[in-house]
């Protein structure tokens, strides 16, 4: 019975642990010939896209400092 238990225990503590990575994205060759009123968006999505290949998750969260970045050099 105690066996059993170590057993869940474990999976909990692999569940509830958060994974970061960081990485290097080339933006540019992604975001090419999208017009300017389109480029933030298309790129937040791009990120997104990368992130859930790499992670092998639909749950992506973007740092806001990213975002807000992102958004600054987006839509002109």
Same mark, same amino acid.
């Given at each position: 019975m105690t066996g059993k238990k170590t057993k869940v225990n474990r999976l909990k503590k692999f569940v509830s642990e958060t994974v970061v990575r960081e990485y290097t994205i080339n933006i540019h060759r992604r975001?090419?010939? /999208?017009?300017? $009123? $389109?480029?933030?968006p298309r790129a937040i999505a791009e990120i997104r896209k990368? /992130?859930?290949q790499q992670m092998g998750t639909k749950d992506v969260r973007i740092?806001?400092?990213l975002?807000?970045?992102v958004w600054s050099k987006g839509i002109r």
């Open positions: 975001i090419h010939g /999208v017009g300017f $009123k $389109k480029r933030a990368f /992130v859930e740092c806001p400092r975002n807000k970045y």
